[in-house]
């Protein structure tokens, strides 16, 4: 449909269809059984026309309820104006892939994009239009439970998958191509930085770290093209997002030159009251219109105030009608006004979890799994030893991880069922082992099938709903139990291989004896044969930490790109009066960018080709990377920055530039980088992004802690 026409259109509505356009309510009000709407309906104080004309529905999928739903809303609707069907397709639809956090660790942005265009396809073939994905929220507390569906605590990092995220949702042509489906990044803004790691707390920073650290995930996403932004929960400088103006007016809309559609989060709008800066319904949706705020998630204060608020000048229609015209131009981006039903087909079954999905699903998931603990080479394992395969996890299917909503437990592979392609000499239990509370029996089998075995794989790990929303943890330990039955086998077999599954990153304090760890997060539909995969070697490890492991709960927030303090620990370690703890270091168990591999890789002759920077050249920087064992495996180089002298304070260092090698055993290369003026930019206090000459170290190495410095200078 032609722009004009689109506009005619929102002339031709009534004031109460308008505002029904803004309205968005769950799947159940579509529901064909009369009993599970007529409860909420009267709840919420909702008529039917209201739910005819709702502009948007949430959670709804299926080929054919998708079809119904949009025929019967079409003849009912006047203008024939079509519903737009979202969901939150976070990791995968059916096919689940590793969660967020774990795609992180992956460091490859090319895996990230296929995830998300096979989450796409099946998505759009069971009829979705739009996806609540990607959240790019900064994330440093791992208290907070979703901390499992961000990329970690890197802006650049965040930012370049949250480009790669759209891209695969997205593709380039969402009007024609019937399997992508529109992303909505979210969570506006700074959502991760909840106080003390309770979920929706408090957010308070300055609006120079805002800029800095937390809004380039969500820029790079609308840069990338994403068609929607969801406000979040919390604060921003003491004004609830979904009722701050400066946020969504000033800087999204006018700074950002962004035109697509602003949703609330699910309830938010109502919320304002809660926060305490409206007085009832009436006031937060003026709040919330006046803020930019286009649809209403799954409450009613517009459907309620909005038409009253502009009939007694209170609000301004064409706040309104801007509104409802994004929406609509937003339906037409997809080709909905032509194609109502969209990519929605009955042979959606043939697309979802098909088998080059879940191979797609497993390879991705092994690139997502980090080792961080390898003693003496005590893995890869060998077919012929016997492994005994114990704990919560070794037979469990709870390895999706939150929000995996049409994710099936029982089409996921355990680690058991893996590890069976790999070996005949498994020994493995009968008994239920509970996460938290195993029987005496389990705990005893279990310590006596280690007892048997050349080596042990004890599976522990958190439960699926211990992360995700809602699910902040003050304690970010494994359970007690585990713990326990890991001091019961190390007792008789000290040949221990500890793999996680758990959606955050944890204090591993308790099982510092473990030869091997393996950080297998929440893996997906194929975490079994991945992990397996990689116990048994047929995968040489390759991902890196996104997130600090902190030493203990007590550092957090703890993050590698910290800014330097006044009294330095590095600078006088001995000195009492220096920035440190009394009864732990500062420093990260695993820190960001770390992660093993099977093969061995050296790092030489860090040099640069001018030691002179300005503004119309650049630096090369090159480093021999060495792989000094006989096997294959890639490395990720990682290139880190710091301005020596700033006008405002700078981190320690800052991930600029990554690249992902492929190294033959014994085999060397040269692997250079280009440092320009552009990648050190920051945020000064007036909120200019520029960069200051003088002296900055550039830091090449596998890690953000192990690392080679060179200097230079810029010059301007
Ligand atoms: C979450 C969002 C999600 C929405 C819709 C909210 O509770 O914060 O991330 O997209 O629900 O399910
Ligand atoms: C402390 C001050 C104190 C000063 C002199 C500093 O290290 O931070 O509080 O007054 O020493 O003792």
Same mark, same amino acid.
């Given at each position: 449909?032609?722009?004009?026409?689109?506009?005619?259109?929102?002339?031709?509505?009534?004031?109460?269809?308008?505002?029904?356009?803004?309205?968005?309510?769950?799947?159940?009000?579509?529901?064909?059984?009369?009993?599970?709407?007529?409860?909420?309906?009267?709840?919420?104080?909702?008529?039917?026309?209201?739910?005819? !004309?709702?502009?948007?529905?949430?959670?709804?999928?299926?080929?054919?309820?998708?079809?119904?739903?949009?025929?019967?809303?079409?003849?009912?609707?006047?203008?024939?104006?079509?519903?737009?069907?979202?969901?939150?397709?976070?990791?995968?639809?059916?096919?689940?892939?590793?969660?967020?956090?774990?795609?992180?660790?992956?460091?490859?942005?090319?895996?990230?994009?296929?995830?998300?265009?096979?989450?796409?396809?099946?998505?759009?073939?069971?009829?979705?239009?739009?996806?609540?994905?990607?959240?790019?929220?900064?994330?440093?507390?791992?208290?907070?439970?979703?901390?499992?569906?961000?990329?970690?605590?890197?802006?650049?990092? !965040?930012?370049?998958?949250?480009?790669?995220?759209?891209?695969?949702?997205?593709?380039?042509?969402?009007?024609?191509?019937?399997?992508?489906?529109?992303?909505?990044?979210?969570?506006?803004?700074?959502?991760?930085?909840?106080?003390?790691?309770?979920?929706?707390?408090?957010?308070?920073?300055?609006?120079?770290?805002?800029?800095?650290?937390?809004?380039? #995930?969500?820029?790079?996403?609308?840069?990338?093209?994403?068609?929607?932004?969801?406000?979040?929960?919390?604060?921003?400088?003491?004004?609830? $997002?979904?009722?701050?103006?400066?946020?969504?007016?000033?800087?999204?809309?006018?700074?950002?030159?962004?035109?697509?559609?602003?949703?609330?989060?699910?309830?938010?709008?109502?919320?304002?009251?809660?926060?305490?800066?409206?007085?009832?319904?009436?006031?937060?949706?003026?709040?919330?219109?006046? $803020?930019?705020?286009?649809?209403?998630?799954?409450?009613?204060?517009?459907?309620?105030?909005?038409?009253?608020?502009?009939?007694?000048?209170?609000?301004?229609?064409?706040?309104?009608?801007?509104?409802?015209?994004?929406?609509?131009?937003?339906?037409?981006?997809?080709?909905?006004?032509?194609?109502?039903?969209?990519?929605?087909?009955?042979?959606?079954?043939?697309?979802?979890?098909?088998?080059?999905?879940?191979?797609?699903?497993?390879?991705?998931?092994?690139?997502?799994?980090?080792?961080?603990? !390898?003693?003496?080479?005590?893995?890869?394992?060998?077919?012929?030893?016997?492994?005994?395969?114990?704990?919560?996890?070794?037979?469990?299917?709870?390895?999706?991880?939150?929000?995996?909503?049409?994710?099936?437990?029982?089409?996921?592979?355990?680690?058991?069922?893996?590890?069976?392609?790999?070996?005949?000499?498994?020994?493995?239990?009968?008994?239920?082992?509970?996460?938290?509370?195993?029987?005496?029996?389990?705990?005893?089998?279990?310590?006596?099938?280690?007892?048997?075995?050349?080596?042990?794989?004890?599976?522990?790990?958190?439960?699926?709903?211990?992360?995700?929303? $809602?699910?902040?943890?003050?304690?970010?330990?494994?359970?007690?139990?585990?713990?326990?039955?890991?001091?019961?086998?190390?007792?008789?077999?000290?040949?221990?291989?500890?793999?996680?599954?758990?959606?955050?990153?944890?204090?591993?304090?308790?099982?510092?004896?473990?030869?091997?760890?393996?950080?297998?997060?929440?893996?997906?539909?194929? $975490?079994?044969?991945?992990?397996?995969?990689?116990?048994?070697?047929?995968?040489?490890?390759?991902?890196?930490?996104?997130?600090?492991?902190?030493?203990?709960?007590?550092?957090?927030?703890?993050?590698?790109?910290?800014?330097?303090?006044?009294?330095?620990?590095?600078?006088?370690?001995?000195?009492?009066?220096?920035?440190?703890?009394?009864?732990?270091?500062?420093?990260?168990?695993?820190?960001?960018?770390? #992660?093993?591999?099977?093969?061995?890789?050296?790092?030489?002759?860090?040099?640069?080709?001018?030691?002179?920077?300005?503004?119309?050249?650049?630096?090369?920087?090159?480093?021999?990377?060495?792989?000094?064992?006989?096997?294959?495996?890639?490395?990720?180089?990682?290139?880190?920055?710091?301005?020596?002298?700033?006008?405002?304070?700078?981190?320690?260092?800052?991930?600029?530039?990554?690249?992902?090698?492929?190294?033959?055993?014994?085999?060397?290369?040269?692997?250079?980088?280009?440092?320009?003026?552009?990648?050190?930019?920051?945020?000064?206090?007036?909120?200019?992004?520029?960069?200051?000459?003088?002296?900055?170290?550039?830091?090449?190495?596998?890690?953000?802690?192990?690392?080679?410095?060179?200097?230079? !200078?810029?010059?301007?």
């Amino acid at each position: 449909m032609e722009q004009a026409k689109l506009t005619a259109l929102v002339q031709e509505m009534t004031l109460a269809e308008k505002v029904d356009q803004l309205l968005q309510l769950a799947a159940d009000f579509y529901s064909q059984a009369a009993e599970e709407k007529t409860g909420p309906m009267t709840e919420m104080g909702l008529k039917d026309e209201n739910i005819q !004309n709702a502009g948007t529905i949430l959670g709804l999928a299926g080929a054919s309820e998708a079809k119904r739903i949009q025929k019967e809303y079409m003849e009912k609707n006047r203008l024939g104006i079509p519903t737009l069907l979202m969901a939150d397709i976070i990791h995968g639809f059916r096919t689940i892939f590793p969660i967020p956090l774990a795609l992180g660790s992956s460091w490859d942005l090319a895996a990230a994009e296929e995830m998300a265009q096979i989450s796409a396809k099946e998505a759009a073939v069971s009829g979705l239009h739009v996806t609540f994905s990607p959240m790019v929220d900064l994330v440093r507390d791992p208290r907070w439970g979703r901390v499992m569906e961000s990329t970690g605590e890197d802006p650049y990092l !965040n930012a370049r998958f949250a480009e790669s995220f759209v891209k695969g949702y997205q593709g380039d042509d969402l009007k024609n191509d019937f399997t992508r489906v529109a992303a909505c990044v979210k969570h506006f803004a700074a959502y991760g930085a909840a106080l003390a790691g309770r979920d929706y707390n408090t957010v308070n920073m300055s609006e120079r770290q805002l800029r800095e650290s937390y809004l380039p #995930g969500y820029k790079a996403a609308l840069d990338a093209g994403a068609k929607l932004v969801m406000t979040s929960f919390n604060t921003v400088d003491g004004i609830p $997002a979904t009722g701050n103006k400066w946020l969504f007016r000033d800087v999204l809309r006018q700074e950002y030159d962004f035109d697509g559609v602003v949703i609330s989060d699910w309830g938010a709008v109502k919320e304002l009251i809660f926060h305490g800066v409206a007085a009832d319904e009436k006031q937060a949706a003026q709040l919330a219109i006046e $803020a930019g705020v286009d649809i209403e998630m799954m409450t009613t204060c517009y459907t309620h105030y909005l038409a009253e608020l502009i009939e007694e000048g209170s609000v301004d229609e064409a706040l309104l009608d801007e509104a409802v015209l994004r929406i609509l131009e937003l339906k037409n981006d997809l080709g909905l006004f032509e194609n109502p039903y969209r990519g929605a087909s009955v042979e959606d079954e043939k697309v979802i979890l098909s088998p080059e999905h879940r191979q797609a699903a497993r390879e991705i998931a092994q690139k997502s799994i980090v080792l961080l603990k !390898n003693k003496a080479d005590i893995l890869p394992l060998n077919s012929e030893e016997t492994v005994a395969i114990i704990g919560p996890a070794a037979a469990s299917h709870d390895v999706l991880g939150a929000w995996s909503w049409q994710g099936k437990m029982e089409e996921a592979v355990s680690l058991l069922e893996g590890a069976q392609a790999y070996s005949s000499h498994l020994l493995v239990g009968k008994e239920e082992f509970d996460y938290f509370a195993p029987s005496q029996k389990a705990v005893a089998e279990a310590v006596s099938l280690a007892q048997k075995a050349d080596k042990v794989v004890l599976a522990l790990g958190e439960a699926e709903w211990m992360s995700g929303e $809602a699910a902040s943890r003050s304690d970010i330990t494994l359970p007690k139990a585990q713990i326990a039955l890991f001091e019961a086998v190390k007792a008789v077999n000290p040949n221990i291989i500890v793999t996680l599954y758990n959606g955050r990153p944890l204090d591993l304090n308790g099982i510092d004896e473990a030869k091997a760890i393996v950080e297998a997060w929440f893996a997906g539909t194929e $975490a079994g044969n991945a992990l397996a995969d990689i116990l048994w070697g047929a995968f040489n490890p390759t991902a890196r930490l996104s997130m600090s492991f902190p030493e203990s709960v007590g550092q957090v927030p703890i993050f590698y790109n910290c800014d330097s303090t006044g009294r330095p620990y590095e600078s006088a370690p001995n000195e009492k009066y220096v920035s440190k703890y009394l009864d732990v270091s500062n420093y990260a168990k695993y820190p960001f960018g770390f #992660g093993l591999s099977y093969s061995q890789f050296s790092y030489q002759d860090v040099v640069i080709d001018q030691t002179e920077l300005t503004p119309e050249n650049q630096i090369l920087l090159t480093v021999t990377i060495t792989n000094e064992s006989e096997q294959t495996g890639k490395e990720t180089v990682q290139l880190y920055i710091q301005d020596l002298v700033g006008q405002v304070v700078r981190p320690i260092k800052e991930l600029k530039a990554f690249q992902q090698v492929v190294l033959a055993g014994k085999e060397s290369r040269k692997v250079s980088f280009a440092i320009t003026e552009e990648m050190l930019r920051y945020v000064h206090q007036d909120q200019r992004t520029i960069s200051d000459a003088g002296a900055f170290l550039a830091m090449v190495g596998p890690n953000s802690r192990d690392l080679t410095a060179v200097t230079f !200078n810029l010059v301007k």
